[in-house]
């Protein structure tokens, strides 16, 4: 459940750029752009594009978790520690981007995303799975993301949590606005 106290720093950033390669591509062709940290829209992106936003994305979090941890742990932390473990930590969010891949979850999100609710209701059993699933995939990867930051910034307990919440709001609300900028 906890891979980052068993994964070396070269494992977990070798998976997670390799992640976010294959998440990049596959934003890109199947025409969905990262809108936030943890949002995608149907607007495309070219694989440039894609990839700045998944880096710039990444990187908006990690680098909030590291002056966090500076500031709150007494051991010495690691600017690499904890860039390659939050970049490990995003694998379940780009997991959860091929729901895009079935056609008809693809079509039921698309009407959603229009505002045509009405008619997506009319597929509510697609609704329910493509809700539960994303559901799912968002606390495994708050899970493993606050675990990557207690591990690479030795910040646990109430003040580790704290700190980490402050972060994922700041980092999302700045996303937001520094995503489209890309």
Same mark, same amino acid.
């Given at each position: 459940?906890? #891979? ?21 591509? *596959? ?18 992106? %070219?694989?440039?594009? +894609? ?10 979090? +990690? ?15 690691? *600017? ?7 970049? *490990?930590a995003r694998i379940p969010f780009d997991v959860s981007l091929l729901v ?20 997506? %209701? ?57 995503? #489209?900028?890309?």
């Open positions: 459940m906890n #891979p980052f106290e068993y994964l070396s720093l070269r494992k977990t950033f070798c998976w997670g750029v390799a992640a976010l390669i294959l998440t990049s591509i *596959f934003v890109w062709q199947t025409g969905l752009r990262l809108s936030s940290l943890t949002q995608v829209n149907f607007a495309g992106d %070219m694989l440039w594009a +894609a990839t700045a936003r998944q880096v710039a994305a990444w990187l908006i979090f +990690a680098v909030l978790l590291y002056v966090a941890g500076v500031s709150l742990s007494g051991s010495k932390i690691r *600017f690499r520690d904890v860039v390659a473990d939050n970049l *490990f895009f891949a079935v056609p008809r979850w693809r079509g039921v999100l698309g009407l959603l995303s229009d505002g045509s609710v009405d008619t997506a %209701m009319q597929y509510v059993g697609s609704v329910v799975v493509i809700g539960v699933l994303m559901l799912a995939f968002f606390v495994w990867y708050i899970y493993w993301s606050y675990k990557a930051f207690a591990v690479a910034a030795n910040v646990r307990g109430g003040r580790g949590v704290a700190a980490f919440a402050v972060c994922f709001v700041a980092a999302y609300a700045a996303s937001i606005y520094l995503l #489209p900028l890309i």
